[in-house]
């Protein structure tokens, strides 16, 4: 079993719809990371989390640390939004006594969304 | 733009043979991460650099090393190619910002 789970694998919208991706995870994480992956392959960052909620524009991403639990959520989409979604976890962080520390990420294997006009 | 730069952008080589790939972190991060992106496998952690000593390695293969310069830009080596090695190659950078910015990208194709 993946330590950490998305879905739907697969979404297809209307342009207008409100779109939910789910991503659910195993492991203590100290932050959990939203990026979106375009056809053309480049990754962008679109948000991390470590508790409650943060929105910037049309995206919303929520976390329950007790429920190992994350959504992201696209108001009123649109077709610039298709692209792959991919959720990734940040295990718990273990000080380095040198500084600097571990930010190893694990990733979902991500949400294809398709918005149709 | 991430402010992270990658090349080259394509690679195309045959098996058995070896290749570097370059990344340039972005202006005062110290930490360089590379990352595998194969169609079957998704995204999958390789190595990660802090100011020059490795912190962190993942599902690295033995055939595969990476290290970072003084300068802070990072080189990853893969040898004795097999064609399971295509694959988007990612590196990302972050630190002292803990947000990752990633590069667009290596496409490594083995023939």
């Known amino acids: 079993k993946n330590e950490v789970e998305q879905s739907p694998q697969n979404l297809t919208a209307q342009e207008g719809e409100f779109i939910t991706i789910n991503c659910s995870y195993s492991?203590?994480?100290?932050?959990l990371h939203w990026l979106q992956q375009h056809p053309g392959g480049g990754i962008v960052s679109l948000f991390m989390?470590?508790?409650g909620k943060k929105k910037h524009g049309r995206l919303i991403a929520t976390i329950n640390i007790q429920e190992k639990h994350s959504s992201l959520h696209i108001t009123a989409s649109h077709p610039r939004d298709s692209a792959v979604y991919i959720c990734?976890?940040?295990?718990?962080?273990?000080?380095?006594?040198?500084?600097?520390?571990?930010?190893?990420?694990?990733f979902g294997k991500g949400t294809l969304l398709t918005v149709n006009p | 733009d991430s402010g992270v730069t990658q090349t080259p952008k394509h690679l195309i080589t045959a098996t058995g043979q070896r290749v570097t790939l370059r990344c340039s972190p972005r202006?005062?991060?110290?930490?360089v991460y590379w990352y595998q992106q194969s169609l079957d496998q998704g995204l999958q952690f390789l190595i990660q650099y802090y100011n020059g000593e490795e912190r962190a390695k993942g599902n690295i293969l033995e055939r595969f090393s990476a290290q970072q310069f003084p300068d802070l830009h990072s080189e990853l080596n893969l040898s004795s190619l097999e064609l399971g090695d295509s694959a988007l190659y990612f590196c990302?950078?972050?630190?002292?910002?803990?947000?990752?910015?990633f590069g667009p990208g290596t496409r490594l194709t083995v023939l």
């Open positions: 990302a950078s972050s630190v002292p910002d803990p947000a990752q910015f």
């Open positions: 202006s005062g991060d110290l930490s």
């Open positions: 989390l470590s508790s």
């Open positions: 990734a976890v940040r295990p718990t962080r273990v000080p380095r006594i040198s500084g600097g520390s571990n930010y190893k990420l694990t």
């Open positions: 492991v203590g994480i100290s932050a």
